[in-house]
């Protein structure tokens, strides 16, 4: 039986149906809808491109006073001589779009060489991947390892509006800032370390984990002078960042028993590991994390701030089974903490 190939001539060149590429061109949508171009005219890609790099374009067009050097390679982010930290999730994601870009620039071949049920097999590898990224989206992104450097930049989330995500940072006066105005909002470019100190969630020289909130971009960006640091003004740009405060990393508030602390938050990832005493009112030495999944502010393995209260001990404490957790009853103990949630948490600026 002889296989009929429909082969259409578009502009002078044979498109093929699968994924509209014919003699080097890519032309329109293939046969059975959902194909995905081939990401090149060519089986190689653009010039000056690295193997396996995530194909993307950072926008650094602002002024000619910029030093910041910026590119997206492999698995890692460079920025100022320096590779930043990816999470495990962030990998994932940068490899199945390389693979995917492989896919489809093998499919291209098979179309130019009229193989055409080769290309229809490439391409349902591409639409499963694209299914199981869909599924991918809704993970939660895993806590950093100790230590790690992250990056200080919030571009490579840009168009994630409304999403918060939490990096460690630490604060420093020398990166560039645009914008701050009255809600901490800022070009998704500036220096996330530099923001924090301007919007005064962090100090120069520390490091802890910043919350922050991409939006969209806005018409205008007011520059200002907060605690030491001044930001740039700038018309409209792409993206933006919100600085909604920063935490110290901590599950135990032991050592801070009998100090005069108003409420503060804490950065820890929900768990059923840990132990608990009480019910509402916790032992001082009791699991952060666990009280927060026992009190319903955290999931197990969702990583947040919760707001901790420091109060004097207790005569007893309450046990009790919520949300997967049992926590133990205990007789009279020195110290205690109660938890909440957390709301946008900037100190008094000045």
Not at 37 to 62: F, H, I, N
Not at 199 to 205: E, I
Not at 234 to 242: D, E, I, K, N, P
Not at 270 to 276: C, I, R, W, Y
Request: with cysteine; aromatic share 8%.
């Amino acid at each position: 039986m002889v296989r009929l190939m429909s082969w259409v001539l578009v502009a002078g060149l044979l498109a093929c149906p699968v994924c509209g590429a014919g003699e080097g061109a890519l032309i329109g949508e293939g046969l059975g809808g959902g194909a995905v171009a081939a990401p090149y005219a060519t089986d190689a890609p653009p010039s000056g491109s690295a193997p396996g790099a995530v194909a993307r374009e950072v926008e650094l067009s602002k002024s000619t006073e910029r030093a910041d050097s910026i590119s997206l390679q492999g698995l890692t982010f460079e920025a100022e001589g320096t590779v930043y930290y990816r999470s495990p999730l962030q990998n994932a994601k940068a490899q199945r779009i390389a693979l995917i870009q492989s896919l489809q620039t093998l499919q291209d071949a098979y179309c130019r060489n009229a193989q055409l049920d080769e290309a229809v097999a490439v391409r349902d590898m591409i639409r499963q991947l694209d299914a199981q990224a869909a599924a991918a989206s809704s993970l939660p992104e895993p806590t950093p390892s100790l230590g790690a450097v992250e990056s200080p930049y919030a571009y490579d989330l840009r168009g994630l509006n409304g999403q918060t995500f939490y990096r460690r940072v630490t604060g420093t006066a020398d990166g560039t800032v645009w914008g701050g105005g009255e809600e901490n909002v800022y070009t998704d470019d500036s220096n996330l370390g530099t923001a924090a100190v301007h919007a005064g969630a962090l100090k120069v020289g520390e490091t802890a984990m910043l919350r922050f909130t991409i939006l969209p971009g806005q018409n205008s960006y007011i520059g200002s002078t907060r605690n030491d640091v001044t930001t740039r003004p700038y018309q409209t740009y792409g993206g933006s960042v919100r600085i909604d405060g920063a935490a110290p990393e901590i599950d135990s508030v032991y050592n801070l028993r009998g100090q005069d602390k108003p409420p503060f938050p804490v950065y820890v990832v929900g768990n059923l590991s840990g132990t608990v005493y009480g019910t509402g009112s916790y032992t001082d030495d009791s699991s952060i994390g666990t009280a927060a999944v026992h009190a319903g502010l955290l999931k197990p393995g969702e990583a947040g701030f919760v707001v901790v209260t420091l109060e004097g001990g207790k005569a007893a404490y309450v046990a009790s089974t919520q949300n997967g957790v049992t926590s133990y009853p205990y007789g009279t103990w020195g110290g205690g903490f109660q938890l909440s949630a957390f709301h946008t948490f900037i100190p008094e600026r000045r």
